[in-house]
């Protein structure tokens, strides 16, 4: 096959001017000294550029590389499948949890009526997920790793129920796996990373469930957007303000619904779980 060779000298051109600004960057950063403050934004711009010319050259290259390499030793992948596990598992009401051995991951699903939840309602996205660590890390047997899970999903129960001028514990309801000792954390990270959970504290909008309480010595804390939209915890009650209005919340909510749409059955989950593991 010919090549045309203006579009090869307009590469080699293309080439030789990239090379240029590269040493008068080189220069100019050098000499410039820059501060913490001004050389974080410019470190952003230079890795960007760098993810790109990576991806150039991948694309440069006859043979097609993977997108990743399935690696059963990370951490990451054994996350995965640990979740997957868990969505396996039956759902069962929050009112009724019972007591069992087992520390682990869990998640909590939300299928009544209030307004600002519909969108997750009676859907397979859970509302809140979470880990139980063992009583002792090197736990072998659920009876060493206490009864973990059951004690942190009775706790959310407890909190729930307070809320009852929003809430009805009736309308919640909660899958659990016991994992071996060590793993919680990774499923967990994956969890949240598939399901993007708005009571969880990465997704930056209903945070708070969790929380014990603040000392009487630092009550001056603002209060959770949890508390904001749930009142019901006394604690919570004598927090003079809110840490983001319930108009803010709304429209955080309403942003990530559309940008992160419920999955409506097992079926959708399973397929974003294997979408995720293809290659190429």
Same mark, same amino acid.
């Given at each position: ?21 590269? =040493?008068?960057?080189?220069?100019? !950063? ?5 501060? +913490? ?18 991806? &150039?050259?991948d ?7 993977p ?25 069962? /009401?929050?009112? =009724? ?23 997750? /309602?009676?859907?397979?996205?859970p ?5 139980? +660590?063992?009583a ?40 659990? &796996?016991?994992?071996q ?24 909008i209903?945070?708070?469930?969790g ?8 009550? +001056? ?8 939209l ?6 919570? +009650? ?8 319930? !108009?803010?919340?709304?429209?955080d909510?309403?942003?990530?619904f ?12 399973l397929? !974003? ?8």
């Amino acid at each position: 096959m010919s090549r045309n060779p203006s579009s090869i000298s307009g590469v080699d051109s293309a080439i030789a001017q990239l090379q240029g600004n590269l =040493d008068k960057l080189v220069e100019q !950063s050098d000499s410039a000294g820059l501060a +913490a403050n001004k050389r974080r934004p410019v470190e952003k711009q230079i890795r960007k550029i760098i993810t790109q010319l990576s991806g &150039l050259l991948d694309r440069l290259d006859p043979i097609r590389q993977p997108t990743a390499i399935f690696d059963p030793s990370n951490p990451k992948i054994i996350g995965r499948f640990v979740s997957l596990a868990l969505v396996a598992q039956s759902r069962h /009401s929050l009112g =009724d949890i019972g007591q069992f051995y087992g520390s682990g991951v869990y998640a909590i699903y939300y299928t009544g009526p209030y307004h600002a939840y519909l969108p997750i /309602s009676k859907s397979e996205t859970p509302i809140y997920v979470g880990q139980a +660590a063992p009583a002792i890390p090197s736990a072998r047997t659920p009876m060493e790793q206490g009864a973990k899970l059951c004690k942190r999903l009775a706790e959310h129960a407890k909190n729930i129920a307070k809320a009852n001028t929003t809430l009805s514990l009736d309308d919640f309801e909660f899958r659990s &796996l016991v994992v071996q000792s060590g793993w919680e954390s990774a499923a967990e990270d994956y969890l949240i990373h598939l399901f993007r959970p708005i009571w969880n504290s990465e997704t930056d909008i209903l945070y708070g469930l969790g929380k014990h309480g603040d000392a009487a010595t630092t009550r +001056a804390n603002k209060r959770s957007p949890w508390d904001t939209l749930h009142p019901g915890r006394k604690w919570a +009650a004598a927090t003079t303000e809110d840490g983001r209005s319930a !108009s803010r919340i709304s429209s955080d909510l309403m942003s990530h619904f559309a940008s992160h749409r419920a999955f409506p059955d097992i079926e959708a989950v399973l397929t !974003s779980f294997i979408e995720e593991l293809r290659q190429v």
